[in-house]
């Protein structure tokens, strides 16, 4: 079943101007985590950001949590030609299996 | 190894015939992954491997699929009589014990066409 919901589904920037992806999902979590896939393989990790906390940093990358609205969402500053890929949350509960959404297609034009 | 290897790349089937897909995951890493993504889709939850527990197989979509994990380290993700509809990436994933509090590590997954 599919918990996070990504939005929007596709996004196109301009090199250097930020992205925003939004991430919902329906029930208690232990954490959120971002992940990124090129050309239609391996997922990379990006960030975990865990229920108690409410912010994350990594690099470039922002990450926030909502848990009484059950949301997040991820921001990419200064983005890069690099960055264009697909962007998936994907929520944790309990010890069960990280359930993933449909992901989120970033365009960055040069 | 350094990462979570998988093989083949790619195959092309014939319906009707069997595959099976491996996956090595990264050595230490006691929990093991399998999931699938069809073309333009999420990811699906197939199999869960955790150290010497029984698997969690909830996502297997039919008795055609079966995964096996033998001492704990390379897992086998087997599809008999393969039909068009389970054309996807197959993609393996392992991740550290307390597996909840960390990201999981992934391959490049498996192209599995079947024709």
């Known amino acids: 079943s599919q918990q996070g919901e990504e939005d929007p589904q596709a996004l196109s920037i301009q090199e250097g101007e930020n992205a925003t992806m939004n991430c919902s999902y329906k029930t208690s979590i232990n954490n959120l985590q971002w992940y990124r896939q090129n050309s239609g393989r391996g997922l990379v990790h990006l960030i975990l950001?865990?229920?108690?906390?409410r912010e994350k940093h990594s690099g470039r990358l922002r990450v926030t949590l909502d848990t009484s609205k059950k949301s997040s969402s991820l921001l990419i500053t200064a983005s890069r030609a690099a960055d264009t890929a697909s962007y998936f949350c994907?929520?944790?509960?309990?010890?069960?299996?990280?359930?993933f959404g449909k992901g989120t297609r970033l365009s960055v034009i040069a | 190894g350094a990462g979570v290897s998988q093989s083949p790349s790619n195959k092309v089937t014939e319906k009707g015939k069997d595959v099976e897909l491996r996956c090595d995951p990264i050595?230490?890493?006691?929990?093991l992954y399998w999931y699938r993504q069809s073309l333009g889709q999420g990811l699906e939850f197939l199999i869960y491997?955790?150290?010497?527990?029984?698997?969690?197989k909830s996502g297997l979509p039919s008795d055609r699929f079966s995964a096996e994990r033998t001492g704990g380290s390379v897992s086998t993700l087997t599809i008999q009589r393969t039909q068009q509809e389970d054309s996807a990436v197959y993609l393996c994933?392992?991740?550290?014990?307390?597996?909840?509090?960390?990201?999981?590590?992934f391959g490049s997954g498996t192209r599995l066409t079947v024709v």
């Open positions: 994933a392992s991740s550290r014990p307390g597996a909840t509090n960390y990201g999981y590590t």
């Open positions: 050595s230490g890493h006691t929990a």
């Open positions: 491997f955790q150290g010497n527990s029984a698997p969690d």
């Open positions: 994907a929520t944790s509960s309990g010890n069960t299996p990280l359930v």
């Open positions: 950001i865990r229920s108690n906390e």
